[in-house]
């Protein structure tokens, strides 16, 4: 397997635009996890999901943020419209299922610059 | 909820010497405790994990941790510090009893001098 798998690896954007962050988790991974990586905050978890469906979102910090997970293969984080303050890099994580507490595996991320 | 606490924002150990990169935790259920390193421009790789069972346990690199229930703690250590494992180490926390998320620590610099 190529591992966690995202796109693009950078964004820039002007502020307002749309923006949509691509995953690809390692097959037969049941959680997918979308992650924010500041200097001033730290790894934040935004949402995770479980079989495609989001078990929890409270970390996304507004509604301009949404996340999908159509399929198993394939989830989106959108910012709509994007601020300079998301500038960030962007990490989509996944794992095994829960019952074998698998640690988690973490693609190459996206940074995204807004200006 | 869990949360995870890594009290230094940067360590500095000359090559060759011991290394200790410190992780405190708190959950309500049992702690199932993971250490990541992050390379520069690269995404989190995963060291080592303690789920069960021997206290100590062993990694990528010749990385150990050691699990302290009492303490809440899962330091992160290494006998002989290299310059090549200067990098950002996270320490994160999933609650054994819940089907719940992964919370990583802020992260701790870590420079090898030589």
């Known amino acids: 397997d190529a591992g966690v798998i995202q796109s693009p690896r950078h964004e820039v954007t002007e502020m307002g635009q749309e923006v949509t962050l691509r995953c690809k988790p390692i097959?037969?991974?049941?959680?997918l996890f979308w992650y924010r990586q500041t200097m001033m905050r730290g790894l934040e978890l935004l949402i995770y999901?479980?079989?495609?469906?989001?078990?929890?979102d409270s970390g996304m910090p507004e509604d301009r943020f949404s996340a999908k997970m159509p399929n198993a293969s394939f989830s989106t984080l959108k910012i709509q419209p994007s601020e300079p303050r998301d500038s960030a890099v962007y990490f989509c994580?996944?794992?095994?299922?829960?019952?074998?507490?698998?640690?988690?595996?973490f693609g190459q991320g996206t940074r995204l610059t807004v200006v | 909820a869990q949360s995870v606490a890594q009290p230094e924002d940067q360590v500095n150990v000359a090559e060759g010497n011991p290394l200790t990169v410190k992780c405190t935790y708190s959950v309500s259920g049992n702690p199932y405790l993971f250490w990541y390193v992050q390379y520069p421009n690269r995404g989190l790789q995963f060291l080592l994990k303690y789920i069960t069972g021997d206290n100590l346990v062993k990694g990528s690199y010749g990385f150990e941790a050691e699990f302290n229930k009492s303490q809440t703690s899962f330091h992160l250590k290494k006998p002989s510090a290299l310059v090549s494992d200067s990098a950002l180490y996270f320490c994160a926390v999933r609650d054994g009893n819940r089907d719940d998320k992964i919370i990583f620590g802020k992260g701790t610099r870590l420079h090898i001098l030589p």
């Open positions: 994580a996944s794992s095994l299922r829960a019952t074998e507490w698998d640690e988690a595996f």
């Open positions: 097959s037969g991974h049941d959680y």
């Open positions: 999901f479980n079989n495609n469906v989001p078990i929890d």
